[in-house]
């Protein structure tokens, strides 16, 4: 399995195929193609001197003759964490606070207007260690605890929404942790927390030792800049959970992940992008990178020799959009922010063109139906979180 030395799939193929087929290769594999956006130079400057990689692209969608382009801009970002070793757990929070603002300043430059972080973006994805401490000491409160309190500096500065995906601490609540995302509005208020709702349970995942699944349904967040949702990494192998957060009203859904090559890479240019397809919206996948490496040796209770990394973080994070173009992914071995432009009328556009949504919904119904969680007249006996939306 490729680490570090293979460095994309894009570059691999810009670098082995002629020009005429490697655009054949692109329009099936990416779809209708993005155009380069024109970013700013001292933006590049910036992510050089940071040594981040830093790549724009904008997705078209046609004039309509009642409605303004809903143009927006999107930033995702995926980054190494550093190694753990003999680092006080503060330390290495404030570490990688001071690393997302130097990114961050870059996506201000770069005209973004809503911002999302890998998963658990605080941490060492440790959970494949099944130790507690000091791990479960990086949980923090997702309403007043000292990242949340840093990304809502960040959103007001830069007047951006920002997406912070953390390990939660519920101290309201019997003290116990969630994998959530909290959603930070530009003016630096709360608009509200998801929570990971499918935990898994494949190879060194282990995360169902550490937090349970989370209970606030599929939430939509009403934005400034359009309506947004986050389904949080493992959710994305289930097709019903981008339903969900797409009949709630998403026309973006953020997917901040933590997984390894050996594991998903050959699923994940497929899953998120499909989801845009299947759903109407747009898609945004986002990796970290690299390889963590823990102070106590594991097993991955296969048999093979007890070892102290998780497998390779690829990154790769990209974006797509529901007419089934993507944009080039992010490297697989450097920190990164992917800049994207997106009219979110396009999503509208497509539904009337493929009409899935509506298709969904009505299937949607006759399971339900049929599983007698709806009464005759359509009421929703279970008070399924059907159309929570937030602002
Ligand atoms: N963080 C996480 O849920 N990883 C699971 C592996 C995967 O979904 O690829």
Same mark, same amino acid.
Request: a negative charge.
């Given at each position: 399995m490729a680490g570090a030395g293979f460095e994309s799939l894009e570059r691999c193929l810009e670098k082995h195929?002629? *020009? &005429?087929d490697l655009q054949e290769v692109k329009r099936i594999l990416y779809g209708k193609e993005t155009r380069k956006l024109d970013l700013p130079s001292r933006a590049f400057e910036a992510a050089s001197k940071g040594d981040f990689e830093l790549q724009g692209y904008a997705f078209q969608a046609v004039a309509e003759q009642q409605r303004r382009p809903r143009t927006v801009r999107m930033g995702l970002v995926q980054n190494r964490t550093p190694p753990p070793r003999g680092h006080p757990v503060v330390k290495q929070i404030t570490a990688l606070h001071r690393r997302i603002e130097a990114i961050v300043e870059v996506a201000a430059m770069c005209g973004v207007n809503i911002i999302c972080f890998q998963e658990a973006w605080t941490m060492p994805f440790a959970f494949c260690t099944r130790e507690k401490l000091p791990w479960t000491e990086f949980a923090e409160s997702a309403e007043d605890g000292p990242t949340t309190k840093f990304c809502q500096e *960040? &959103?007001?500065k830069h007047d951006m929404v920002v997406v912070s995906?953390?390990?939660?601490?519920?101290?309201?609540h019997g003290d116990i942790l969630w994998n959530t995302a909290m959603v930070i509005s530009n003016s630096g208020a709360i608009l509200g927390k998801t929570r990971k709702n499918h935990i898994p349970r494949v190879g060194d995942f282990n995360e169902s030792t550490y937090y349970m699944e989370?209970?606030?349904?599929?939430?939509?967040?009403?934005?400034?800049?359009g309506r947004i949702a986050v389904n949080i990494c493992y959710g994305r192998h289930h097709p019903l959970n981008w339903l969900m957060y797409s009949i709630n009203g998403a026309e973006v859904i953020f997917n901040p992940s933590a997984t390894i090559g050996a594991l998903s890479e050959s699923l994940w240019p497929i899953e998120a992008r499909n989801a845009a397809i299947a759903n109407?919206?747009?898609?945004c996948a986002i990796n970290r990178v690299g390889e963590e490496f823990f102070p106590n040796e594991f097993t991955s209770g296969d048999g093979k020799k007890a070892h102290r990394d998780f497998g390779y973080f690829y990154g790769s994070s990209y974006v797509a959009a529901p007419d089934g173009s993507r944009t080039p992914g992010l490297s697989r071995n450097r920190d990164g922010l992917l800049v994207?432009?997106?009219d979110l009328n396009l999503c509208r556009q497509v539904n009337d063109i493929w009409g899935f949504k509506g298709r969904s919904q009505e299937m949607e119904f006759t399971?339900?139906?049929s599983m007698n969680v709806l009464s005759r007249t359509g009421k929703n006996l279970r008070s399924y979180p059907m159309c929570k939306l937030m602002s």
């Open positions: 195929l002629p *020009l &005429a *960040l &959103a007001r995906p953390i390990l939660e601490r519920d101290t309201e989370g209970n606030l349904g599929h939430p939509v967040f009403q934005t400034q800049f109407h919206c747009f898609t994207t432009e997106l399971v339900l139906k």
